[in-house]
């Protein structure tokens, strides 16, 4: 139970697209949704709180237009990077927290932009 | 916000030796404190927790020791095997709908 699917997996973009990735909680409702950041050999980094229904609760230094967050529903939450540049390739996974059974991860999505 | 600190960075250990990480936390209304091991571009996989109500949890050959005085908490690990070997984080979050802060990190080699 508990499982949050991330899509995709991986993606190559050129510099100045934009790029979605979506997590999606298949057996649970989501009101809240984590996104963080993973550079190589670094730590989880919160990017960003997304909640049903409102706007998303940005962590200090991150950029709110160019990180978009979209969390409409209880079972989907998306994160878009807009006009990305290679200093954005990054291992990008989002994260649930489940009543009585804890913090739920999705997969991964890693973003090579070249 | 919350900070948590994580030492070491790196661990190598002989199978069959224990393996300690230790992370200290500065919020002192953190209450809930997981251990994740992360294999190269994958999810974090749980592998043990701890609540603030409770000094130590184990499970088979993991234990995890809690010091709400001193806020830190580690993760202890007898019989390593080389399967053990990958990146382990700790975290830590204040509760209901509070998101997790990670710790830095140890590598653990585990050579046979």
């Known amino acids: 139970g508990a499982v949050v699917s991330q899509h995709p997996s991986w993606v190559i973009c050129k510099s100045g697209t934009s790029v979605k990735i979506e997590c999606r909680s298949l057996d649970f409702q989501a009101t809240t949704m984590f996104w963080y950041r ?40 998306t994160l878009t990077v807009t006009s990305a540049h290679p200093e954005d390739s990054s291992f990008y996974i989002c994260s649930a927290l489940v009543e009585n059974y804890g913090y739920t991860f999705g997969s991964g999505t890693r973003l090579t932009v070249v | 916000g919350e900070n948590v600190e994580q030492h070491p960075s790196t661990l190598s250990v002989q199978e069959g030796d224990s393996a300690v990480i230790k992370c200290t936390y500065s919020d002192s209304a953190s209450n809930y404190f997981p251990w994740y ?32 005085t001193a806020k830190h908490f580690s993760l202890h690990i007898t019989e390593t095997q080389p399967e053990d070997s990958a ?9 209901t709908a509070s998101k997790l802060t990670f710790g830095t990190g140890t590598r653990l080699q585990v050579t046979l």
């Open chain 1, 38 to 77: 993973q550079f190589p050999k670094q730590s989880l980094m919160l990017m960003a709180t997304s909640n049903e229904g409102s706007k998303a609760t940005y962590e200090q230094g991150v950029e709110k237009d160019k990180f978009l967050i979209n969390h409409a529903s209880l079972t989907l939450s």
């Open chain 2, 37 to 68: 091991k992360q294999e190269l571009g994958k999810r974090p996989q749980l592998i043990i927790d701890i609540r603030s109500n409770v000094g130590e949890k184990k499970d088979q050959r993991i234990a995890v020791t809690l010091n709400k």
């Open chain 2, 87 to 95: 990146v382990y984080f700790c975290a830590a979050s204040t509760g």
